[in-house]
Nanobody, 121 residues
Framework: QVRMVESGGGWVQAGGSLRLSCAAS????????MGWFRQAPGKEREFVAA????????YYADSVKGRFTISRDNAKNTVYLQMNSVNPEDTAVYYC??????????????WGQGTQVTVSS
């Protein structure tokens, strides 16, 4: 069992930056690939970024590639999402997840409660 707690969400102006953190407890998070997903009102949850267990491989949705960076610190059981050059379309609840990694919701076994990110124009 892994418990995930996101933090770092909030309000930011378009063009600004924000860093999300996700702290994992329970079974060592290094046993899992980690991912970030987001869900805007009225839309399905969508893939944002993923990172392999050792952090050697990263994957991004086309919509965030070049602007967002996923990283992890296994010693701290924490995964991060650095968000740069944000725009209003990035407004959503952001969720971190642990599992086999990849870009599909079904590939993950454990989910956090989410943190709201709001980007104003």
């Amino acid at each position: 069992q892994v418990r995930m707690v996101e933090s770092g969400g909030g309000w930011v102006q378009a063009g600004g930056s924000l860093r999300l953190s996700c702290a994992a407890s329970g079974r060592t998070s290094s046993s899992y690939g980690m991912g970030w997903f987001r869900q805007a009102p009225g839309k399905e949850r969508e893939f944002v970024a993923a990172i392999s267990r050792a952090g050697l491989r990263t994957y991004y949705a086309d919509s965030v590639k070049g602007r967002f960076t996923i990283s992890r610190d296994n010693a701290k059981n924490t995964v991060y999402l650095q968000m740069n050059s944000v725009n209003p379309e990035d407004t959503a609840v952001y969720y971190c997840a642990a599992g086999a990694a990849g870009s599909t919701v079904s590939g993950y076994d454990y989910w956090g409660q989410g943190t709201q990110v709001t980007v104003s124009s």
